[in-house]
């Protein structure tokens, strides 16, 4: 066994934990944060991704042990105050989710695109840069249409906050 | 309409939960002291089980229990069952092969099920697994649908000699040869329809509990139809009578068919937990899910179509392999006969149809229900029979289509089913104009100045939907019926719970039935809690699938409201000192008629539980109703969607332009929930006709076992659609719905695979449509192109 500490959420955690947990496990079966999803075993689908000190990962590519200290937000972090986020709004606004099993990595993925990228997307660039996750309900014709809104709503309140 | 009424685009109830992360999927689930299991599982596709020494594992650190076969034979727990009996043209019955939850004797797939390790942790289980040593006595293995019945081919089944497991017909067989005889012009073709794995993202899980103060058993599983997985595993399997079995499916994170069946996985996790008395979770990993997971289609067609002198079709005949794998999952039997031959006469006024179809195994998994079941294989063989033979006799093909479309109702087809609506016609027109259809030409001759090929493809679909009329499935050999069954139960302010044996794993019903009640108590929609996927809850349910939930599902919630308003009436005539008969009940309000005099909903409610007004020797405290809703006919959803495509020859690489889809659902109840669904099932069949494909090779292994290998649909494959409807409400339900959730993945292979046979000038083109596949069918038109 060895020790973790990491802040998830804002909040210190630490735990005993076997080597090989990869960060998923940890926030899954350790933290019990269910929302950050295993959608398959080869790193392909995005439905685990959450942010390492501020940029998208998908955590079962990462072993706990190596972020010793790291900063994590997990789908269970992003809204503040009892309002949703930005993009988590927008995918509500837009039908952008309907079994909701990848939605949180959508949304983690979609804040990422957008810290990286700037709050206005055309379509090429958010299908482009949604190719690490995998949608099977959507067609994601709506995740699209949703991360466009999150997108330029996340820069009216960057503006606003600005200000 | 009201803003959350029937017909509004109401925003999802569900979606608060899902996008904060605070969904309850089955591997969320956690209960005290569970272990976790490990399913050993075959790395042959055909082999004996010679010897099974696990010595060396139930010594490893945390192991619990390690069970084989000889286990669930001894407790004689019974095999998995397929439910639907199908008759071979001879009169014989199907030969279903025995199907143990753990393999016994012998494996049949690569991935069939040999032993469950339960240890302390799933990775205690896994490396516990990883000791076992099997002797196998490795067989040929039998792959290949077309040939799996040949003479020399390993036999998979002793019940099935040939690997046959019926030969069975639809359709007067003399008439239909006699019209083809007669025929001016016959169209041939030969398709695949291509093997796909269903791949929802949730991967299966379960978690089986045994409580032993009551000698009764929970399992919490990623189910479409927790009902029916009670009743299978009480009735056939033997885990535990009914009432002692209680199945849950909380959020379960899409299914697409894959999540219809009753599986070994879930049998052996529940029936386990009573052997250990430990609560035992497992979860699929993705690869296993590509092992495991029921696979779709898999058809091998001969199809001919005939054609008068005047262009009118006169006869359509098929012949079709099914592979359905090493053994017959739940609904196998019926997906290639029943859910794929009645649906052979498309949008078309066809008078002599004949199908024959052969199901064989082969030493690959079990193949069943996929998005469409049947509909998208029927709709490939009649869109592709019709655009070819619109070509081969120079007619446009949309104008081919609208020729021998039907245009009045109700209309029987020589294919049992009654059509009872539609407007094929409207659906074409609006879609032509959406489409730009006039502008083609031009659009071509662009692409061709930049050197690209341009094609447009057409698929005028139907499906029947709203499984089904009891007596009439029953009479073709369901197990099962149609219906299924509501519990309207107001609670004594007003608020109103539902109690609905349909399952939303995706489709939105927490939203689309809180409208429909919403609408019709007049009460605020999110007074309305819809409750699903629990059989200790829910009285009975028959599940989601076949876009059943609205027609039937929503139905029988309709008929308890009719009984709640009835009885509610009643309640308030005592209350308003009038004839029940005089009560009349308008947005939350009863009022006696010409008067107003009235009593609101949150008072009758008070009321009727109070039961201090009315003599409850005439009337019942209380108001809580329930209806079963057995429909009448099959529901009919058809439409027309338009796929153009820009193909560059140099590389093969398929870009789709543009996506036109016009449905007819009937009526809708909301808007933006059925577009959604849409999307998907285009998605879904663009994933099969360019991108998806299950592929064994010849020893059985599956080389197309995870998303590295398995091309599922990313965003940048894909379009934007342009979805519109039309509507011709249905006529068997009072709510004249009939149904969204197959209609895109129907719809669409045909249509892409039409437009890049339009766009490369020949015929020859298979699913999915690679770059490679379609790189070479352009380099043959290229170089035919310049020969002439």
């Given amino acids: 066994m060895i020790s973790v500490s990491m802040t998830v959420n804002g909040k210190a955690v630490s735990a005993q934990v076997d080597p090989r947990t990869l960060l998923v496990q940890f926030i899954r079966e350790n933290l019990r944060l269910t929302g950050t999803h295993v959608g398959c075993d080869t790193s392909q689908c995005g439905a685990c991704v959450v942010h390492v000190d501020g940029r998208a990962i998908k955590s079962c590519t990462a072993l706990a042990a190596s972020l010793q200290g790291a900063h994590v937000t997990t789908i269970e972090g992003v809204a503040h105050d009892g309002k949703l986020h930005p993009m988590q709004q927008a995918f509500q606004d837009n039908h952008g989710l309907q079994c909701g099993f990848c939605t949180p990595g959508m949304i983690m993925t979609s804040i990422d695109m957008v810290n990286r990228l700037g709050p206005s997307l055309d379509e090429t660039t958010i299908r482009h840069e949604l190719e690490g996750n995998i949608c099977r309900c959507t067609g994601y014709h709506n995740i699209v249409k949703s991360v466009k809104q999150g997108a330029s709503e996340m820069g009216a309140s960057h503006a606003k906050a600005a200000e | ?788």
Wanted: hydrophobic letters at 40%; glycine letters at 10%.
């Fill in chain 2, 1 to 788: 309409m009201s803003a959350t009424g029937i017909g509004a685009s109401v925003k999802r109830k569900e979606d608060i939960r899902f996008i904060t992360g605070k969904g309850h999927y089955v591997d969320d689930i956690n209960r005290p002291g569970q272990a976790h299991a490990y399913f050993v599982r075959s790395p042959h596709a055909h082999a004996t089980i010679d010897k099974i020494d696990f010595t060396e594992a139930a010594k490893m650190p945390g192991v619990v229990a390690i069970f084989t076969g000889d286990d669930i034979a001894k407790d004689k727990i019974g095999g998995l069952i397929c439910g639907w009996a199908i008759t071979s043209k001879d009169g014989t019955p199907m030969k279903a092969g025995a199907h143990p939850a753990l393999a016994h004797g012998k494996v049949r797939y690569v991935g069939d099920h040999v032993a469950i390790v339960i240890a302390d942790t799933y990775a205690q289980a896994r490396e516990a697994g990883e000791k076992i040593e099997i002797d196998y006595g490795v067989l040929p293995a039998v792959t290949d649908t077309a040939t799996a019945t040949q003479p020399g081919q390993a036999q998979i089944h002793d019940v099935a000699p040939d690997n046959k497991i019926y030969n069975w017909h639809l359709g007067d067989q003399a008439a239909t040869d006699a019209a083809f005889k007669a025929a001016k012009h016959v169209t041939k073709i030969d398709l695949v329809n291509n093997r796909l794995i269903p791949n929802p993202m949730e991967p299966r899980a379960a978690v089986g509990e045994y409580d032993s103060g009551s000698d009764s058993l929970t399992l919490y599983t990623t189910s479409q139809n927790p009902h029916v997985t009670r009743v299978v595993m009480s009735a056939f399997l033997g885990i535990a009578p009914e009432n002692k079995l209680r199945v849950i499916a909380p959020d379960v994170g899409g299914g697409f068919g894959s999540k219809i069946f009753i599986y070994a996985e879930e049998t052996v996790c529940i029936w386990a937990a009573r052997k250990i008395n430990r609560p035992v979770k497992w979860t699929s990993d993705r690869t296993e899910a590509f092992l495991s997971d029921a696979h779709g289609r898999d058809h091998v067609t001969h199809a001919e179509l005939a054609v008068d002198a005047n262009g009118k079709i006169t006869a359509l005949r098929a012949h079709t392999i099914a592979n359905l794998g090493a053994y017959m999952s739940t609904f196998s039997s019926a997906v290639p006969t029943y859910l794929y031959a009645l649906l052979l006469s498309g949008q078309y006024n066809i008078p002599h149809i004949h199908a024959e179809v052969d199901a064989v195994y082969t030493n690959t998994a079990p193949v069943d229900a996929y998005r469409g079941a049947g509909r998208p294989e029927a709709t490939f063989v009649v869109e592709r029979l019709v655009e070819v033979a619109a070509r081969e006799l120079g007619r446009d093909p949309a104008e081919f289509r609208r020729a021998n479309f039907i245009t009045s109702f109700p209309h029987q087809t020589p294919v049992i089913v009654n059509y009872d609506t539609g407007n094929y016609g409207a659906a074409l027109d609006k879609a032509l104009a959406l489409a730009d259809y006039k502008g083609i030409a031009a659009r071509k001759a662009a692409s061709a100045a930049k050197g690209k090929l341009r094609g447009i493809g057409f698929s005028a679909y139907i499906e029947a939907c709203g499984l089904g009329p009891s007596r009439a499935i029953g009479s073709l050999g369901a197990g099962v019926g149609g219906w299924e069954s509501a519990e309207v139960r107001v609670n004594m302010v007003g608020t109103v719970e539902v109690l609905t044996g349909s399952h939303s794993h995706g489709q939105g019903h927490e939203t689309t039935f809180a409208q429909l009640v919403a609408g019709r108590l007049g009460i605020p929609i999110e007074n309305v809690n819809i409750v699903h996927g629990d059989t200790d809850k829910v009285q009975m349910g028959m599940g989601t699938y076949g876009s059943r939930s609205g027609a039937v599902g929503m139905t029988a919630i309709s008929k308890a409201l009719d009984k709640v308003e009835a009885k509610a009436k009643k309640i308030a005539g005592h209350l308003l000192e009038a004839s029940e008969h005089d009560i009349e009940f308008k947005d939350g309000k009863f009022t006696v008629k010409g008067t107003d005099k009235s009593i609101d909903w949150v008072s009758l409610s008070l009321s009727a539980y109070a039961a201090h007004k009315f003599p409850t020797d005439e009337v019942e405290p209380g108001l809580k109703e329930s209806a079963f809703w057995d429909p009448a006919n099959f529901t009919f959803p058809a439409g027309v969607h338009i796929c153009e495509v820009e193909i560059d020859p140099q590389t093969g690489v398929v870009t789709i332009e543009r996506w036109t889809a016009v449905d007819d659902f009937g009526n809708l109840i909301n808007p933006m929930i059925v577009e959604g669904q849409v999307h998907g099932g285009i998605a879904q069949g663009i994933g099969q006709a360019l991108l998806e494909g299950a592929v064994y090779n010849k020893d059985g292994q599956l080389v197309t076992a995870s998303f590295m290998d398995y091309t599922m649909p990313r965003a940048d494959d894909l379009p934007s659609y342009h979805v519109d409807t039309v509507s011709t409400p249905c006529t068997s339900n009072p709510l004249g719905l009939k149904g969204c959730g197959e209609a895109g993945a129907i719809a669409s292979p045909p249509a892409v695979i039409n437009a890049i046979t339009d766009a490369v000038g020949h015929e020859n083109v298979s699913m999915p449509a690679t770059s490679q596949v379609v790189w070479r069918a352009a380099q043959k038109a290229i170089t035919k192109r310049a020969a002439e």
